[in-house]
């Protein structure tokens, strides 16, 4: 079974004109969000990305970006965590903060 949290919330993204195919990404993630693509990284699964920030810390072009610890990521571990329901604290005053669900 895949790892999903919600859909299309998920900071990462990749400059793939900063990426030179070193596979440290695919090499530190742990869901295998990432693939070699003719040389390049690219997302493979974005909606798997928990936000961990591995990738990020690892890539050695700055290539990636994660807000890490943001999100629903970062409510659904809280939750686990806590055995409360998952909450992102968003309120709809804030929508177009990126940290929100």
């Not at 409360?84 to 929100?100: L, R, T, V």
């Amino acid at each position: 079974m895949k790892n999903r949290y919600f859909k299309n919330v998920v900071s990462l993204k990749l400059d793939k004109s900063r990426c030179v195919g070193c596979r440290s990404c695919l090499e530190v993630c742990p869901h295998r969000v990432f693939e070699l693509f003719e040389g390049q990284s690219r997302i493979r699964d974005k909606d798997a990305c928990m936000e961990c920030g591995a990738c990020a810390m690892n890539c050695p072009t700055d290539a990636i970006t994660v807000k890490t610890g943001v999100g629903c990521a970062s409510a659904i571990l809280k939750s686990i965590f806590t055995g409360a329901e998952p909450s992102c604290e968003c309120d709809n005053s804030h929508e177009s903060d990126s940290s929100c669900c």
